[in-house]
Structure formats: C-alpha cells, structure tokens
C-alpha cells in the first residue's frame, strides 16, 4: 500500500514540475512576439494582458493572448490620441491554425472590436481605425490601431505606425524560426484540342477547395454571372481539379471566365479567361476552285477546262477548293461529292455482260503540292453512248480539242509555264501527283457498274489536317479496267460540279487573355469553373504563310525579288519559280 503510495506521489511531483515547463514553453513562444517594447519607445502604456478563448465546441482550444496599449503619436504633429490591440495565438495543427484563423477573422473587425472604448479611456462618439488579421507560421495574429482625429487630422500617422507595426510583428516570428506551414501551390492549365479545358493541379492546403463563374458585362461595365458552379471542396487527397464548359449552350457574345483555386486561409490562385463566342457558320458547299485530268498516254497535256473528269488506268482527276480563304472554325465534317455522269466495266475477256453486276472502289487522296488548273481541253469528250473517257471518245470521234494556254498541270507537271507546246516547260515533276499524295485518311467509296449520280468521299480529317491543296481520285487496286466519267465545273450545270459540304457545330468559343491572380481573401468568393471549348483547326505552315502574303503586300513583293534573285542564273528557272509563286499566292 505505501509503496503504491510513494508511486502515485512521485507521478504527482513529476507531473507538477512538468507542468511549470510546458506553460514556459509555450510563454516563450508567445511572449517571442510581444511588442511591448516597440510600442513604449513610442510613448504608449500597456493596459491590459490576459488570455481569450474563441471556442465554439469543448473539442477545441482556440486560445489567443490579448494585449491593448494607450498612447498617442509622439511624430504627429497634432494631439492624438490612440488604441493599439494586439491579439494572437501559436497553434500546432494546421487545422487548428485555419479554424483560429476564421475564429479571430469573424469577431475581429473594425467598429466591432474586442475591447470597450470606454473601458479604455476613450469617450467615442466617432471612430476610426485599421485593423488586420494574418497568419505567419504557426501565428494567428490580429491587430488594430484606432484613432480619434480631431480638427480634420488626416490619420496618415496612424497608418504609418499600422504598417510599421505589422512589419515588426512579422519579423519578430521570422527570427523566433518558428515552423511554417505547407505551402499551397497552384497552377493552372489550358487543354489543347479536341476538347478546350483547364486543369488546376495543387499541393498543399489547408481544405482547397474550387468554384467558377461565367459572365457577361453588361452596359455599365458590371458583369451578370450567366452560368456558375458555387464552391466545392475538395477531397481530401485529390490533387488536380479539371472544368470544362459546353460552348453549345452559350448565345454569341464576349464573356469572363474566372476559375478559382483556394484554402480556407485564403490562399490560392485566380484565373481569368476572355471568351468569344462568334455566330455558327451555317453549313454550306464550296464550288470548285479549280479541276482538270492527268492523263499519262499525253503527259504534258492539260485538260483543265474539259467538261469531264475522267477516271481510269490512263487518267485520275484532281479537284481543289479555296480552303484557305475559308473560316472553317467549329468545323465538324467536310464531304467531298463528285457527280458521276456513268461508269462501266469490261467483261474479263468474253462478254462485257460479265461485268455488270460487278463493283470498284474509288479512292481519294490529299494532295501536298499547288498546282495550276489551265484553259487545255479535247472537245466531244463523250463517245458513243456508254462510252465513257478521253482514250474512247476523242479517239472515236478524231478531235484533238485546244491544248490551250500560258502555264497549267500535266501529268508530268504541276506547272507547266506553256501548255499549247505539248512539252516539258515546268520545273516540276510529280508524274501523275504520286509524288505530291499525302495519306489516305477517307474510307474508300465502292461504285456500281454503270451507275450514276452523286459519289461521296469523307474528307474530314484531310481538312482538319490542312491539306488545302486539293484531290485525287483513283481506282482502288492495280490494272482495273473500268471507266468512270464526273462532270466538272466547266460541265455546264453548276449543280453537277463538284462541292465540298462543310458541316459546322457551334457556336464557336475562342479563348484569349488568361491571366493567374493571386488575390483571394476579396475577390476570389468561393468557387471553380470548367469549360470546353471548339478547338481550333490548325491550319499548316505553308497555308500560313499564304495567308501573311496576302495580307501583306510588302512582304510578298519582298518574297517575289528573292525569289529572283537566288534563280537569277537560270532563266527557265526564274520563269517557272515565279509563275509557281504568283499562282501560289493569287
């Protein structure tokens, strides 16, 4: 029993001495921000010193030390008189610093503060004053100088000792090298396409937590929240948050986009978006920019203003469109559609009839290279009837047609400068575009045996991918014998030439100006924002230069003299370079 005792007795004494040293801990650690000393150089009193606890539940243990002083400014010129209150606190957790944070930030305002002005000497019919709340370190810190101007004193002097007040406190933490805590980083990110985005990726926080509205200003500069999502918090190891906004349901006009990231110490980041949502373009079809036949049997031949595009082992048709000087912005799909005027396909060695119900497939292709349509033709291009392409029609018939012109393409060439020679004239050579083909990316189309009207190729992805330059159509597979004839632009019926259908989703959102702020405590409100947004087609390097040229005279007159100057040595060069360059840019 004694010896149990003794036990309990030394517990007891040890537990007293300890308790000594844990409360001169922790007066250590707050008495190493005191700023007594600083305030009595300045004339001021110390009125009160005590302890205050701002718990809301028995589970915590928000306890602040409280201090005021009364004094007045010794540099003002003018008698006044002023009230310093200091309230702070050291709290281990993080949690614990966030819930001192917004404890003290709720009750410490400025015409509410904690003391009595006439408790402290103050006979207050008016008042004015500063008051602050911040955290450094582990430190919740608030703080107010209240003044009383008499005879329209500015204040100004109170604000000097307010500034100067604060910047002592905080270096008094830093040099007690108390712990910080966790830093919350944030940073922002645009998705590129198909989808437009942005991603906030973070660490650290105390409770982040994301919210973001969409505006629109209005007439007085004001701006009305149209779509919004209010603050969510987020869990509790989730590092990165990614919003998206559906640009379908936005009526054309320009709008802020804001999307915040932030802790509940008011910590965080901004982001601001300018959107421009532009009219859907309606869908429509382009009319041919150009067309012709590449005929291989007559390799410097051009047929670019013949009334048929003919298809078969001797010839491929090529079509282009102004793609270029097109806005293809929200563009969803692109149609390729070529009106077939007849087809058939020989028998295989006995009867044509063989042939009939059979099938081929077209296929069509990017092209890589510019090229020049011509004015060349053969006349009567139709034979005899179901007769279909030039090696039957204008050989039945005996007519040459008009070689044409001035430059245009051949099978042999892109540009040949002089078409009416039947020569090789141009520095080019593509022999039939196989060497100018970029990769197939439409499925190919099959075709029945004499069948007629409209044939249709998806081009999408060759639009999206900028190939600007036109097509090629060719039947799928080696030594197929089948005749196709398409009508072409100089066809006589606008409505049987081939077109290109665009398709367009929309309305279109174009984002522009981001910008990251970091001011959270006033502006920010609670909340976070997503939006998707049309991407927007990238258009290829070469069709961007096109395109500076045009719009800059200058710089293309630039572009034509060094161009003649690097092939000044070479005539027939400096010819063919330049008429390629003009026709490139025209």
């Not at 980083?185 to 919210?211: C, D, L, M, W």
């Not at 999307?259 to 982001?271: E, H, I, P, S």
């Not at 007519?399 to 004239?425: A, C, K, M, Q, Y």
């Amino acid at each position: 029993m004694i010896s149990r005792f003794l036990h309990f007795l030394l517990i007891g004494v040890a537990v007293f001495w300890a308790l000594p040293a844990f409360a001169q801990e922790a007066d250590q650690r707050t008495d190493s921000i005191i700023v007594s000393e600083y305030l009595q150089n300045l004339g001021f009193s110390l009125k009160q010193d005590y302890t205050m606890n701002l718990s809301e539940s028995d589970t915590e243990n928000l306890v602040f030390r409280r201090m005021r002083w009364n004094g007045k400014e010794l540099e003002s010129q003018e008698y006044q008189e002023l009230a310093v209150e200091l309230v702070y606190g050291y709290f281990e957790q993080p949690s614990m610093v966030a819930d001192a944070f917004d404890a003290l930030r709720s009750t410490f305002n400025v015409g509410d503060l904690l003391f009595n002005y006439q408790e402290a000497g103050f006979d207050v019919i008016r008042n004015k004053g500063l008051s602050t709340v911040f955290i450094k370190g582990h430190f919740v810190v608030g703080f107010s100088v209240i003044d009383l101007p008499l005879q329209g004193t500015s204040g100004l002097p109170s604000k000097n000792l307010f500034n100067n007040l604060k910047q002592t406190l905080v270096q008094k933490i830093v040099v007690a090298g108390q712990p910080a805590l966790p830093e919350f980083v944030v940073q922002f990110q645009k998705e590129a396409s198909p989808n437009y985005a942005v991603t906030a990726s973070f660490e650290g926080g105390i409770e982040p937590f994301y919210r973001w509205d969409l505006s629109e200003p209005n007439s007085k500069g004001l701006y009305k929240v149209v779509m919004e999502e209010k603050a969510k918090f987020l869990k509790e190891n989730q590092k990165m948050i990614k919003v998206s906004l559906n640009d379908t349901e936005l009526a054309p006009g320009t709008y802020r986009f804001r999307f915040v990231v932030g802790d509940r110490l008011g910590r965080g980041k901004q982001y601001d978006d300018t959107l421009e949502v532009a009219d859907q373009p309606s869908n429509h079809s382009l009319f041919p920019l150009k067309d012709s036949t590449l005929k291989s049997t007559k390799p410097h031949q051009n047929l670019g203003a013949n009334p048929t595009l003919s298809l078969n082992h001797q010839e491929t048709p090529i079509v282009a469109f102004d793609l270029a000087n097109t806005d293809l912005t929200g563009l969803t799909k692109a149609t390729l559609v070529m009106n077939l005027e007849g087809c058939e396909f020989p028998g295989n060695g006995h009867s044509r009839r063989r042939g009939w119900n059979n099938s081929q497939a077209i296929e069509v292709y990017p092209l890589t290279q510019a090229w020049a349509e011509g004015n060349g033709y053969e006349s009567d291009r139709r034979g005899r009837k179901g007769k279909f392409g030039s090696h039957h029609g204008s050989r039945r018939h005996g007519h040459s047609g008009n070689n044409g012109s001035g430059p245009g393409v051949t099978w042999f060439s892109p540009l040949d400068e002089e078409i009416r020679n039947n020569r090789p004239d141009g520095s080019s050579k593509w022999f039939g575009a196989r060497t100018a083909l970029g990769p197939r990316s439409a499925p190919s189309v099959p075709v029945r045996n004499r069948q007629t009207g409209a044939v249709e190729f998806d081009v999408t992805q060759d639009v999206l991918n900028g190939y600007y330059e036109g097509w090629l159509l060719k039947q799928k597979g080696h030594f197929q014998t089948g005749n196709f004839s398409f009508t072409s632009k100089e066809g006589g019926n606008s409505e049987l030439a081939p077109k290109l259908l665009l398709e367009f989703s929309g309305p279109m959102a174009k984002a522009s100006g981001s910008q990251e702020g970091t001011s959270l405590l006033g502006d920010l409100g609670f909340g976070s924002t997503g939006f998707k947004l049309r991407a927007l087609r990238r258009r290829s390097e070469l069709n961007n230069l096109r395109e500076f040229l045009k719009e800059n005279p200058t710089a293309a007159f630039v572009g034509d003299q060094v161009l003649r100057t690097v092939t000044h040595s070479n005539p027939s060069l400096c010819l063919a370079s330049t008429v390629l360059y003009r026709t490139w840019l025209s």
